[in-house]
Each structure stands twice: as structure tokens, then as C-alpha cells.
């Protein structure tokens, strides 16, 4: 038997349910839950993704095998409504509606009230005792379906919606303001004159015939898979292509019946904030898209109370219901009838990462939802929007004083921003290209301009509400938004923002300095400071009581979950001591990287640095090793002290020498002068430093094994510092790193060095610490030869960044054109360089996961590349087994959520699993051996390293340490 192709919900009950989003995407899914559950929505059916893959698969033909399936989906509607779809008596009217497994708000089409043509409009007008209505609703429908399905669009970007020009025609030649003041007169005159431009314009003639509406939007829905912004939106969702749409087809309801009528959007919760409060609009008389749209600016649902008293209490019943059934936050649409309420979508909510916390958290303390759900819940991502800057009271006060308060609009993204005006997504987006920080203002924001809206640093809109378009898509990509800000006015051909301000109108040019502030809605001239989020004036500056900041305990509170869970442990990339103090407040548990290099571009440093490098003779090479070694043991005491008897990783000297050295006449000369020698000489000297290729050139332990003299002094800057951290009282635990090492005889000739000298301190001190040294894995040929190398190293740590651009042989200071071309064409997924390359670079990390511990159990393995805050290679990370990732400070708190995410997931699956097995056993017959559950989850995760399956009774193999 064919698959069912159409599912069908109404009438409290439906085909489907929440659980079939693949097939039937999120809306349809949503609109049979709700039906299932007792939720008020009006009948329909969901024709399935699969068809979509159909439609596409037959070069954009609708199935043969549909059209018997939907004429009798269509009839089971009738039934329902007691309407005819074409019945010139009592006609009923549908919706198609797009909707994909991932909610892509705004992306893809919709076409509403199809089934209208000039026999049928007669009877809703008859049906509804309103002539006005009909034909209002009528000279929509022509005009949506014009744009959707016959393609009726605006040509340029300066260019105003077709329909659009012809109704802002009609009102002034009626002398009216708003759509809602035209006659019936006039909304049949435009029905007609939308019909004579799409034949002017399209050649082609509207249809009458309502299954020849019907089966067109539907192919134009499967369509809008495919358009710009749906795709734009998929690349930076990474959605995959292959999965398309399903279209809901539903019986219309209509906001748009008179004052006792309307259509709304609500969040069972602050989507800005996070706050437990229903929060919402609305707008009287009005029809699906308007609210969203925002033409006109909505009331608060807050104000549905006093307008319809039994409306709003069955609208805040179906807020708890949905709440409690979906335990999450939910986004709904709805519409009122003549007094009667009808939901229309629910989905969970998107929201900022501030309002992610929030709820998280508060859901776990009000037992919704458990703690480890509540981990599971937040974005990793998201916690950056708990850190970033807002602007400076002073500065805010003194711009305030100046006059440079311009206006106040809806806070819709909280968090501040600065930049250049510009009124086109285009432009932003060309302008954000050449490093221009802008800020997008616009009358609204449309789907089409998503990627503009990716590129600005915020937006700022004129109409819309809490839940326009602008509001919507600032929460979910995390950007500074304020919305309906009515003081501001465009003239798009001259580009100039005109604002009302208390001092009179303000014109603002393209280019101009905005700054808003989408915590407290306030657009501000000009270019202001920004200071630090609670949470970072709590942790890192250290200037807030945690008492007095909410936001941080919901912050610390939900970190304190991930760290129950997670098994991966966390440590910094830092190099110095204040660094090191950042970590650790912000949870490392050890630095998993200090570049010493960076050590030598401070203060005092870089001149003996300079001077070792020209050095002619190995004595004098000596002595100005001797003048960095005491600058150098200090780095390292501060660092040891700081990090109080946490692990320390530290990396000998690796970037090619000629990065040190001078390169501009006065350093030169002063070069010459340190060392009595001349200008020319050296010049040429530097000169014959110059690598042709210097990242695969004179690096990383190449330095070191040709110049010992180099490794000996930091080590033992290394050692003496240690021993003076111990003696301070302080446990330490250095762990020498030794780079780039391709062959173990290299590793072998850096260990000797480090182990002599090391001995060779602890002798004249007459203590010895614990130390360890090992290597970074960062060529292809020190993956590969792992087993060896794990001979000397006692740890490895994966420098990705290395690893992945000899992985690929692309440099990384080069791939700007190679990898924008590349994500364009889809031919690489995501940025090798911020997301780990699991089948490539990943491949590597196995093998030498799988080599390492075969040698050594007990290997410590780490990673220490950009990719250790990444949450979707931290979660790599864990299945592979490591000890630890290293990250910038900053990014810790991503790195503990996304390591503590991979574990419950992890641990799910096992379960699944686990009771698939004993399902099986109990089939059998056979008892459940103890321990079996942890099995099969061990043996997925050592096929994936590449470790061969045990036999019975051999030893147990090495596992991951925890
Ligand atoms: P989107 O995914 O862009 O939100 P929707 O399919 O949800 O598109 O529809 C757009 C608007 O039309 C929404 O406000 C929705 O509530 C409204 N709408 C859709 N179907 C109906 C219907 N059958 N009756 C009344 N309003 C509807
Ligand atoms: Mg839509
Ligand atoms: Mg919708």
C-alpha cells in the first residue's frame, strides 16, 4: 500500500500527532496535538513532507495519487464545518500553510481565505450579514495569491509591494487613513484592479475555480521551500535542504469579522526576559499575517481582559494547558470570532539566551521539568548573551544630557549595540562585509531580509510589536533589536531616518552612528561605551554582590546542573596570570594551553627575545636566555599561584622565529645598538629568517631540537617556578607540551631536554614536584604514528587549528576566499576552523585516541584548539573519549553546558539502548546481566575510536578516565 499522504485533525481528535514533525512538520503536528488534547482549532488535514520530496522528485508536479486523497480530506472538512469548498451558498474558505520539521517563522508561504471567487464572495457576505468583510477579505486573498502563487512581487529593492501601491492609491483617492475606512465600494474595485494587474503584469488570469486555487497554492507552498530567504535561512540554521515541507490545509477562521473579532500572537512566557507572565498581542478586527507584519501597532494581551473577559480566560486556560502539556515555553497564534476563540499554531517558543536560562531554570524549581532537562534545554551558544556588554549608565546619562536621546520603541532584544545606519539588508549586509558595524533600521523587517539581519549588529523598526518579524528573528539570532518605535519615519529614496523628538524632527543620513539599547527600548545618537553584563560584573570584574544579581544565580545555578552531568572536564587557554583568574571564575579546572610566546611580547621581554634570536655565538645566545629566564619564571609563579594546584599545561616556544623580530627602521636600529652590531648586519639577518612558508617552516619543536638552548630555559623557568609556588604552599602540576611533533624521535630529543633539566632544578632546589610531559597532536603524521609517540608522551593535546589546516593543506591566515566560496557552495558544511572536521580531521583525532591508549591506558587526552569551545566538537570530543577541552576563558561556560549536554545524551541513548536489549533478553527468555547496560553504549564508542572489539576474557580495556 502507498504511504498515507494526508493526515487529518478537527473535531477533537486528529490522524496525527506531536510526535510526527518529520512528516507532517512542526505546525501540522502542533494542530493535531492540539486537536487530540481539547484545544479549540479549526478542521483541516496535513499533506506530508514526503509529498514535498514527491512534488520536487516529479519536477514540481503534484502526485496523481493526491488528488482522490485530498477531495476526500476536503469532504471530512465540509463535514465539520457544514460548509461546501465552491459552494456559492455557504462556501468555505481554507488556509495553506507551509510548515517544516524546524520552525522557520515567516520563511515560506502562506496563502489564506482560497476558495473566494466573485460567485462565492456573494455568499460569505450573505452567510456573515457583512458585505464588507467578504469583499475585504476577497481583495486579500487576490493579492496574497498573486504574490505567492502567480509571483506578483516587488522588482527592486527601492520598489513598494505591487498591491500595496494600488491600495495606497485607493485609500487617498477616498481620502481615508486605514485599510478598515474603505467603502465596499472601493474593496470591490480593488478585487477587479488586482486582477487586471496580474494580467497586465503576469499574462495570466486569476483562477475562479477553487480545487484549481487549491491544487496551485499547494504546489506554491512546496515552492517556498526554495526561496532566497528560506534557503538563507536554512545556511544559517544549517537545516538540511532534503527535508522540504509539509502544507497544512485549514478551514479559515476569521479575526476580521467586525469589533467583536480579532487575531493575536502569545508567549506563555517573556521571550526577551524569561519572565513567568503571559505576554502578548493583539489586534481588534484584523486578519492572520497583521500582527506579525507589523502595519499596525497591536495592543498587550494584558488589555484582552477588559475587551472580552471570557475570551481572555479561556486564552490564559489553553496558555496552562499548552504549558503543562508541552513542558516548555510555547508561541501561539490565535483568532477570535465574533467572541469565540480558536487557536491556530503553537510551537515552543523561541527565545533570547537570557530568557533560555530563565525558564530553564525556573521550570526545573517549579518540578515541570528536571534538572538535567533543564541543561538539555539551553542553547550552549546561548550563555554568550548572559556576557555581553551593555551600554554605560554615565555615558547613557551624559547622551541623555546632550540631547542624544532620540526615542523610546518595544525592547525586543536586550543588549546594546552601535553602528552605522543603514535602511537596506542589502547594504548591511555589503557594509558588514568590509567591517562596518551597522545598525539596520527599517519601517519593519520582512523574511526577505534575513540575511541583512544576520549582518547588523541590530535592528530597529518602526511598526511591529513583541512579536513582529524584526522582534522575532533578533531573539533567535541573539541581536540587539528595539521594534515599533512610532517616533521614526523613513524616506528610503533619500535614505534618511526623520525623528520625532522632543526638540522636533531629527534627520538622520545613511552612515550616521546609532546606538540602541534593547534592554530599555532606547535609541540613542551617536556612538556610546558599553560596560559589563551582571554576570560578567559579578565573575570578572568583580564589582557586584552575586546577592544582588539574579540573572548570575540563574546563570551559576544552571552551570552548577551541567557540572553534575557532565564528564568532560574543562580548562583554559591562558597565558597569564589575570587570564588565568578569568578561568578560573569562570570554571576551568586547569589551563589546558599557556602559549609562552605571547610572554615575550610583554613589557622588557621582547628586546633579550630579539637579542637571542641574532645571537652569533651560543654564549651570547646564553646570556640573553639568561636575562628572559627570570621574566619568564615569573609568568609561570604568577600562573601556578593563580591556578592554585590545578593542572597547567605549557607549551614550548612554537611560532617561527622571524615573528619576533623587528621590522621597522627604529627597531632595527635599536636591535643593532642592544647588540654592537651593525644596522646592515642585522638586516640581513632578518632578511635570512624569512620562510617562504613559515607555518610548515622553522617551527614548533623544529625550534627546539635546533636550538636546545631555548627549550632548556624555558623549562627551567618552568621548574624553578614550580618549586617556588611549592614552597609558597601551593600544589603544582606542570605538564611540559612539546609541539608539532610529526615522529616520535622528535618528542624523544624535547622529552631528554625537559626531563634533564627538570632533575637538574629539583637537585639544586632539594624538592621535586610531579610533572608530566607529553606533546600536542596537531600534523596528520603524529595522528597516525600515535601508538609510538605515546611511548614518550604522557599526554597528547589536539591542537586543531594545526590539525585541521594540514588536514586540508589550507593555510589558516588564507582561507577567507577559499572557505566563503566553499560554505556558498555547500561544498564544506560549516567552517572546518570553528567546528571540527569529524570525518576528516575527526578520523585523525581517532586513530590517535585509538593508538595513543593502546600504548599507554592512562593517557591523558586533551584538545586545546579554537574548537574546544565549540559545542558541537565538544560533544565530538566526549564521544571519543577525551580527558579534557581547552578553551578561551570566555567560552568555558559554553564548553561545561556542551559537555554536560553530550553526557545526558549520551547517557539517553544507552538507556534507549539498554531497554531495547532487555526487551530482547526477556523475548529470550534470559535474565539481564549486571552492568550489560553500560555495554553496548562502551562498545558503540571504541567501534567509533577504532578499537577493535574485546574477546571474551581478555583484560579490560583502557576507557576514558573521568
Ligand atoms: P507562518 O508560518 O508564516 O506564521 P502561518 O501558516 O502560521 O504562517 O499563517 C500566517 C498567519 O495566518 C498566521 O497569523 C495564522 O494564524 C493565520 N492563519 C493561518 N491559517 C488560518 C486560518 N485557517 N484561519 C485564520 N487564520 C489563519
Ligand atoms: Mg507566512
Ligand atoms: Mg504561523
Known amino acids: ?32 496535538e492540539m486537536s487530540n488534547i481539547g484545544i479549540p ?34 469532504r471530512k472538512v465540509e463535514a465539520l464545518t457544514g460548509k461546501g469548498f465552491g459552494d456559492p451558498s455557504d462556501p468555505l474558505l481554507v488556509s495553506v500553510r507551509s510548515g517544516a520539521r524546524a520552525s522557520m517563522p515567516g520563511m515560506m508561504d502562506t496563502v489564506l481565505n482560497l476558495g473566494l471567487n466573485d460567485a462565492t464572495v456573494e455568499g460569505l457576505a450573505a452567510r456573515a450579514s457583512d458585505p464588507r468583510f467578504a469583499w475585504d477579505s476577497y481583495r486579500r486573498f487576490v493579492a496574497m495569491f498573486g504574490d505567492v502563487v502567480l509571483g506578483l512581487k516587488p522588482e527592486r529593492k527601492e520598489d513598494r509591494d505591487p498591491f500595496e501601491v494600488i491600495l495606497e492609491a485607493k485609500k487617498h483617492a477616498h481620502g481615508v487613513k486605514y485599510d478598515k475606512d474603505l467603502p465596499v465600494e472601493a474593496l470591490r474595485e480593488l478585487v477587479s484592479e488586482f486582477k487586471a494587474e496580474i494580467r497586465r503584469r503576469k499574462g495570466v488570469e486569476f483562477p475562479e475555480a477553487p480545487q484549481e486555487q487549491l491544487l496551485a497554492a499547494i504546489g506554491a507552498v512546496f515552492r517556498s521551500w526554495n526561496n532566497d ?95 503543562r502539556h508541552y513542558r516548555d515555553m510555547q508561541d501561539i497564534e490565535f483568532t477570535i470570532e465574533r467572541g469565540r476563540l480558536y487557536l491556530l499554531q503553537t510551537r515552543n517558543g523561541k527565545r533570547t539566551g537570557l530568557a533560555a536560562v530563565r525558564i530553564a531554570v525556573e521550570m526545573a524549581e517549579e518540578r515541570l521539568i528536571g534538572r ?79 540575511r541583512g539581519m544576520a549582518a547588523a549588529e541590530g535592528f530597529l523598526t518602526a511598526f511591529g510589536g513583541m512579536t513582529s518579524h524584526a522582534a522575532l528573528v533578533a531573539r533567535q539570532m541573539g541581536k540587539v533589536a528595539i521594534v515599533g518605535c512610532g517616533a521614526i519615519s523613513f524616506d528610503y529614496h533619500a535614505r534618511t531616518m526623520t525623528v520625532e523628538t522632543a526638540a522636533g524632527p531629527k534627520v538622520l543620513k545613511e552612515g550616521d552612528w546609532l546606538s540602541i539599547d534593547g534592554t530599555a527600548g532606547e535609541v540613542i545618537e ?16 568583580r564589582s557586584l554582590d552575586p546577592k544582588d544579581a539574579p540573572t548570575y544565580q540563574r546563570f551559576a545555578k544552571l552551570l552548577s546542573w ?72 615569573e609568568d609561570f609563579r604568577g600562573l601556578f599561584l593563580e591556578m592554585a594546584g590545578r593542572p597547567v599545561t605549557i607549551r614550548t616556544l612554537d611560532p617561527p622565529l622571524h615573528e619576533f623580530l623587528p621590522h621597522e627602521e627604529q627597531g632595527v636600529a635599536q636591535l643593532a645598538h642592544d647588540t654592537g652590531r651593525s644596522v646592515e648586519e642585522i638586516r640581513a639577518q632578518i632578511a635570512d629568517l624569512v620562510e617562504s612558508n613559515p607555518m610548515l617552516g622553522h617551527r614548533g619543536c623544529r625550534l627546539g631540537i635546533s636550538h636546545p638552548e631555548i627549550t632548556e630555559m624555558q623549562v627551567r623557568a618552568i621548574f624553578e617556578a614550580a618549586c617556588d609556588a611549592a614552597e609558597q604552599g601551593v600544589k603544582v602540576e606542570p605538564e611540559v607540551m612539546i609541539p608539532l611533533v610529526a615522529s616520535v624521535k622528535e618528542l624523544d630529543d624535547q622529552a631528554g631536554v625537559v626531563r634533564r633539566v627538570a632533575e637538574d632544578v629539583f637537585a639544586r632546589r632539594g624538592r621535586k614536584v610531579r610533572y608530566l610531559v607529553g606533546t600536542m597532536i596537531e600534523v596528520p603524521r603524529g595522528a597516525i604514528t600515535a601508538g609510538e609517540i605515546a611511548r614518550t608522551a604522557e599526554f597528547f593535546s589536539f591542537g586543531t587549528n594545526d590539525l585541521t589546516q594540514t588536514t586540508f593543506g589550507l593555510s589558516r591566515d588564507d582561507t577567507g576566499p577559499v572557505l566563503q566560496t566553499y560554505l556558498a557552495k555547500e561544498i564544506l558544511p560549516v567552517d572546518p576552523f570553528v567546528s571540527v572536521d569529524q570525518d576528516g580531521v575527526g578520523a585523525l583525532m581517532k586513530i590517535a585516541v585509538a593508538g595513543g591508549r593502546a600504548t599507554r591506558p592512562g593517557l591523558k587526552l586533551g584538545i586545546c584548539g579554537e574548537h574546544g569551545g565549540d559545542p558541537a566538537s565538544v560533544e565530538f570530543c566526549h564521544r571519543i573519549g577525551l580527558d579534557y577541552v581547552s578553551c578561551s576563558p570566555y567560552r568555558l561556560p559554553i564548553a561545561r553546558l556542551a559537555a554536560a549536554q553530550a553526557a545526558l545524551r549520551e547517557r539517553a541513548q544507552e538507556k534507549k539502548v539498554a531497554a531495547a536489549g532487555s526487551a530482547k533478553r526477556a523475548r529470550n527468555g534470559k535474565a539481564k546481566p549486571a552492568g550489560a547496560a553500560k555495554a553496548p553504549a562502551r562498545r558503540a564508542r571504541n567501534a567509533a575510536i577504532g578499537v577493535p572489539r574485546a574477546r571474551k576474557g581478555a583484560g579490560r580495556r583502557p576507557r576514558a578516565r573521568a
Open 229 to 323: 530567504r528560506a534557503i538563507a535561512y536554512r545556511q544559517l540554521n544549517g537545516i538540511p535542504a532534503e527535508w522540504g515541507t509539509a502544507v497544512s490545509v485549514q478551514s479559515m477562521v476569521f479575526g476580521n469579522m467586525g469589533d467583536d473579532s480579532g487575531t493575536g500572537v502569545a508567549f506563555t512566557r517573556n521571550p526577551a526576559t524569561g519572565e513567568d507572565e503571559f505576554y502578548g498581542e493583539f489586534l481588534v478586527n484584523a486578519q492572520g499575517e497583521d500582527v506579525v507584519a507589523g502595519i499596525r501597532t497591536p495592543q498587550k494581551i494584558s488589555e484582552l481582559k477588559e475587551r472580552w473577559p471570557e475570551v481572555a480566560r479561556q486564552l490564559e486556560a489553553a496558555r496552562e494547558t499548552l504549558e
Open 526 to 541: 551617536g556612538r556610546l561605551d558599553t560596560r559589563p553584563s551582571e554576570v560578567m560584573a559579578v565573575l570578572v570584574e
Open 372 to 450: 538535567d532537562e533543564a541543561v538539555l534545554r539551553v542553547e550552549p551558544e546561548a550563555l554568550n548573551h548572559l556576557l555581553r556588554p551593555v551600554f554605560d549608565a554615565e555615558a547613557k546619562a551624559a547622551a541623555a544630557k546632550g540631547g542624544r536621546g532620540l526615542a523610546k520603541g518595544l525592547p525586543a532584544g536586550p543588549g546594546a549595540a552601535s553602528g552605522k545606519l543603514v535602511f537596506f539588508a542589502q547594504d548591511a549586509a555589503a557594509w558588514h562585509a568590509r567591517g562596518e558595524p551597522v545598525i539596520l533600521a527599517r519601517h519593519e523587517t520582512s523574511p526577505e531580509d534575513i
Open 1 to 32: 500500500m502507498a504511504a498515507k499522504r494526508i493526515y487529518a485533525f478537527g473535531g477533537g481528535k486528529a490522524e496525527g500527532n506531536k510526535d510526527m514533525k518529520d512528516l507532517l512538520g512542526g505546525k501540522g503536528a502542533g494542530l493535531a
Open 41 to 74: 482549532v479549526p478542521p483541516g488535514f496535513t499533506i506530508t513532507t514526503e509529498v514535498c520530496a514527491e512534488y520536487y522528485k516529479a519536477g514540481q508536479k503534484l502526485p496523481k495519487a493526491l488528488e482522490p486523497e485530498l477531495k476526500a480530506a476536503l
Open 562 to 633: 551541567a557540572d553534575a552531568a557532565r564528564r568532560l572536564r574543562v580548562r583554559a587557554n591562558a597565558d597569564q596570570p589575570d587570564q588565568a583568574r578569568v578561568a578560573v571564575a569562570f570554571g576551568a579546572q586547569g589551563i589546558g594551553l599557556c602559549r609562552t610566546e605571547h610572554m615575550f611580547f610583554g613589557e622588557g621581554k621582547i628586546g633579550p627575545m630579539r637579542e637571542m634570536i641574532v645571537a652569533e655565538t651560543h654564549d651570547d645566545r646564553r646570556k640573553a636566555l639568561a636575562k628572559l629566564l627570570p621574566v619568564q619564571r
